[in-house]
């Protein structure tokens, strides 16, 4: 196969992979519409350097760590520009919802935001997107021992956040099963 047709193959496999690309968004950005610029640009950069993508890597890998170095470099860049009112305000002036399963999604997100970004993160790659525990290493570059220690304490930190109870003998995880 030409290179020229393996870079089309590739980014044929790329639009596949936008549902998870916007997942793995969501766990940067809460506001949608940050999320969906988020995987754009992603997008973007990747299709821009298709070329250096290695065939035969897993191309989700590669793309998730194009969004995290995008979103790290963003963060960096914003923290500098901060101008105006706060980014939280709008979620301070909404209403709650009525509907009880609403208002049990909306506490598990914002216990979810309330973790630090690095154990969010790996709850998001492992538990929500199904990503490997090598694949979510890759991603972050860090060791699998990190992940685990990571995803562990976020699990844990999870059940705090939402008032559950540590017992050893109650359910073994909040956010999904044991990976």
Known sequence: MSTRSADQATRSEVVLLIPALRAFARTFCPRPED????????LIKALGN?????????????????MRNTFCTRFKRRSRETVGLPEDIAER????????WAVQADEVRRALNRLPHHHREMLILIVMLGERYEDAA??????????????????RQLRIELGESLDENGPASVAGTEG
Do not use: H
Request: positive net charge.
């Open 35 to 42: 999320a969906d610029d988020l995987v754009q640009e992603t």
């Open 50 to 66: 298709i070329d250096r993508y290695e065939p035969g890597t897993r191309l989700k890998s590669w793309m998730f760590t194009i």
């Open 93 to 100: 002036l909404t209403t709650e919802p009525s509907q009880d």
């Open 138 to 155: 890759a991603i972050c570059g860090c060791k699998i021992g990190t992940v685990k220690s990571r995803l562990n304490r976020a699990r």
